[in-house]
């Protein structure tokens, strides 16, 4: 009987850093630990090669009428940086209190651990569930999953058999209250760089003369917003399609006030588009917002120059149904519409995703040629999580963006059932990353039920 | 008998760069060296303490009815970085062709070999000339002359003896054609630090709640100048003395063309607030610049984060009659007035001065009460110049601020005659910095015909 506390410990020992090319062996252990339990728990594991990090391919066949599940997760992780913050080193994970504490153990390690500790014992009952599943997990997620689209275009066919897709990459508000999420904004932008004179100029012999290319990219920037709060680009909301009552409802139910949201952002007030809360406006509507900016004399002090070139970082989250590439668009013609003469502009381009979105079964919504097999899993899952959990899921879209779900409806039609285990507790990307033991073990039991209620019978 | 030549190669050997506290002995050999070469002409030399780095003031006495000339210089000089850049080393002065290259030799210990040079033969010539002569050189010019406000305070009815200020620290076109200085621009600005959430967020999770501080920061900056190009700020023009005709008239025999002035910023087009041309605007005109600008991320690739903070340098050039205080006053309040609810906002704020102008003798808007003495030190430089550089002189106003003429002026009521001496090919504050033999020797014979012209008798 594998015991997923020991087996989620093992695997946070390997330092599977993908930003970094000093992990490589962490990878590679991590890949290989993954690759062993698999195949220990009775799948087929093959290893494809990338660019960069494999892709583990991991299959558990069977008649092909039987409900087919792809799992995905990743075994990469992120860097562990700041070392200096961390209570325990980030590769030495120990457990204190209900938590198990290291850099990836919950994401994406945790949701993983529940995922085998889950499959092992219903397969260990059950060697002939009939149930087909593939496992796809990733060592470029932390990097933006750079080789997932090709990687996808290769093996669309043999993916395209699947029913749906499952996961657990998504958060949820708390230890009792699991969140199913139903969608996902999409990401895409830019970075504008600016160019005015051929070379930095002193302010006073030259200025008054020409154009100061940080003053055109405020400009620039200050018009991509209208008073309102709204994206000034021409365009931008013509596909955006309204929240459902149903998930205003959801959201609702969200334990979290306007007033507690305030104080944890530490903002007096908030500023959102006109239509939205702001605890809607983070899940349901559509964002531009600048990530960086940088021009000119960032020193101690004064120097009294007149830069030759400014540049900004910009993305846009977005909803259903903007397009990545679409939108973008937009935003490139929009700058070069409005860019001042006498200025050189020249854009680099961010990988992004287009937005996801999934409904439910019993909504009025819910389209009317839905697989059966997903609405079995929405419905399996909607039970296990009540029972284990002891509270009913709540369906929500989410802010993030996972651009690789999106990715896959795109090449193969399948849908994804997101099941949220991450909580706010966890630490995501920081120190002191840890993951719940209570979570580890409920999700074990859910991830068991929800396959068992799947599987043909 | 004094040699120019030597005298500055002996005096760029100190590396006196004030902004570095690794010079400290440079400061002092330079300090040493000039203090002994006054004193070899006839000078009572005083060594003023101040917070930083000690002023020379050495005075050449006489009767209270002779003429009163301060003479101003500064013994330091800027940074030699980078120092590959240099055909030889910075402190290690050598001629080459008709020039002599070291940091310093034109900015500004040039100019003081010139005023050296003539002062040494003047008063060997004449020892009983009847003159009398205070020079002040400063050790913190460079990093904006930090002590000399104190300075001024403190000596101010000792200097207000005298009838004017003579100095070189200024520019002209070219090694013919000598520009005495009327005028320069005002500087003041501050440095503005918006904060929005308490720390920085993750964009997907958060954005749409919440107005990012960058695009806060933009939205302001952009305010800062309306379409046609002029400042927008209330009351900025209030004080604004249109160029007088005259001004107008000698500018436009300036050897330089709009088109050589677009082609050396490297610009397609100007962009001059209305009613001046380029060249115009950067002498008459004031304006607001930006330095600097930063937040958020600004390294390779893409991070997604909504900044807390974001900041922008802002300066602003002043042209008579403005006030430094008052202008950096209204900024102040138009930038509070015009901050959105939501973002704190914090200034740093930058030392400055007021512009300064002096109207030469001969013209309409000539003051009336104009000092008998300065207005023959403005004819005894015209002749002087005319008969050693072959040419009449140009008088014009310059784009840069020398704020301690204004401080002068303000707490003495000193004007001051400036004799450009540096030209664009030396280089100033960059490698390879030079100055030209010519212009040492024509320039050590116009201040000494300057100088026996400015005498009684």
């Not at 989250?317 to 050189?344: F, Y």
């Not at 929500?396 to 285990?421: A, C, F, N, W, Y």
């Amino acid at each position: 009987m594998l015991d997923p506390v020991q087996l989620l410990s093992d695997y946070v020992r390997f330092p599977s850093v993908s930003a970094d090319p000093a992990f490589r062996e962490g990878l590679a252990g991590a890949r290989q630990f993954a690759c062993g339990v698999l195949e220990k728990i009775g799948f087929k594991v093959e290893v494809i090669p990338t660019g960069l990090h494999p892709i583990i391919l991991a299959e558990r066949g069977g008649d092909h009428a039987w409900p087919h599940v792809i799992i995905y997760g990743h075994y990469d992780v992120q860097p562990p940086d700041p070392l200096d913050k961390w209570t325990t080193p980030a590769f030495d994970p120990v457990i204190r209190g209900r938590r198990l504490y290291g850099r990836g153990t919950a994401d994406n390690k945790g949701p993983q651990a529940v995922q085998f500790g889950a499959l092992a014992r219903v397969f260990e009952e059950n060697p002939n569930l009939p149930l087909r599943v593939t496992f796809l997990i990733e060592g470029e997620e932390e990097i933006g999953s750079p080789s997932f689209g090709d990687f996808l275009k290769k093996h669309r066919e043999r993916l395209r058999e699947a029913n749906f897709v499952l996961l657990s990459d998504t958060g949820s508000p708390n230890p009792e209250q699991i969140v199913i999420t139903t969608g996902l904004r999409g990401l895409t932008g830019l970075e504008i760089n600016l160019t005015g004179p051929r070379t930095d100029l002193h302010s006073g012999i030259h200025g008054g003369a020409l154009l100061n290319p940080i003053q055109a990219l405020c400009e620039l920037c200050a018009s991509l917003h209208a008073p309102d709060g709204r994206v000034n680009i021409p365009g931008f909301y013509d596909d955006v399609r309204e929240p459902a009552q149903w998930e205003r409802d959801e959201l609702a139910k969200y334990p979290r006030t306007l007033e507690d949201y305030k104080q944890f952002l530490g903002v007096s007030q908030f500023y959102t588009a006109p239509g939205y809360t702001a605890l809607e406006a983070v899940r349901f509507g559509p964002t531009l917002d600048f990530n960086g900016i940088g021009g000119g004399y960032q020193g101690e002090g004064s120097k009294t120059v007149i830069p030759s070139k400014a540049f900004a970082k910009i993305t846009m989250r977005l909803v259903p149904d903007q397009k990545a590439e679409v939108i973008r668009e937009l935003l490139e013609k929009t700058l070069r519409h409005r860019c001042p003469p006498g200025i050189k502009m020249e854009f680099s381009l961010k990988e992004g995703g287009s937005p996801y979105a999934v409904v439910p079964p019993g909504h009025p919504n819910t389209p009317a040629d839905q697989s059966p097999v997903l609405a079995r899993a929405f419905q399996s899952a909607d039970a296990a999580i009540t029972e284990c959990f002891g509270r009913k899921p709540l369906y929500l879209r989410e802010g993030g963006s996972v651009p690789i779900i999106g990715q896959i409806k795109q090449q193969t039609g399948l849908d994804s059932l997101m099941i949220g285990l991450f909580t706010p507790e966890d630490n995501l990307h920081a120190p002191d990353e840890s993951f719940s033991l209570d979570i580890l073990e409920r999700g074990v039991n859910t991830y068991a039920k929800l396959l068992k209620g799947l599987a043909a019978g």
